[in-house]
């Protein structure tokens, strides 16, 4: 077995813990059987110095699953950005998704996206993050099949 050994300040071992801690979050989000295998002993293995760096107050041993997990005073300091990142990126997803839609509305399934329309992608989604810039949501509509919108009954009435 390959070991390494690092030499970390308790600033380092801090960082080193908010990026697991961060990376833990988006895997635990995936189903558990596309999860992949292994995190959880390696992160255990890390957290377990947390005492030794300082980090006491940040990490707790679970007697119950014997592991080690984030305790609430890192949940609490991290939580934020977690909260942010997801905010940025609905915003870039869904332009992004309504832009494609746009542009490559009546193209083959399998058409190839050139550079122009890469471009025409591009400039389409600029202008859905301009508009969510500046309204958020309150300009979007949804339009149901056989429908005119969410707002009618079954035949948009």
């Known amino acids: 077995m390959l070991q390494l050994q690092m030499e970390l300040t308790p600033e380092q071992y801090r ?13 635990n989000g995936l189903p558990p059987e596309r999860r992949p295998q292994g995190l959880q002993e390696t992160a255990d293995h890390v ?15 679970c007697e119950d699953c014997g592991a080690y997990h984030a305790n609430q005073a890192m949940e609490d300091a991290l939580l934020p950005i977690v909260d942010e990142y997801d905010e940025e990126t609905f915003w870039d997803v869904l332009s992004h998704h309504l832009a494609y839609r746009d542009v490559m509305l009546g193209a083959d399934a399998d058409a190839e996206l050139t550079p122009a ?8 989604k600029e202008q859905y ?7 958020g949501l309150d300009h979007v ?13 079954k035949n948009g009435k």
């Open 141 to 153: 509509r949804m339009v149901f099949p056989g429908g005119k919108d969410g707002r009618h009954g």
């Open 15 to 27: 960082h080193l813990v908010t990026l697991m801690f961060l990376g833990e979050w988006m895997v």
């Open 117 to 124: 329309l890469e471009m025409r992608l591009w400039r389409r």
């Open 47 to 61: 957290y377990a110095l947390a005492e030794q760096f300082g980090c006491g107050d940040w990490i707790k041993y």
């Open 129 to 135: 993050q301009q508009e969510f810039d500046k309204h």
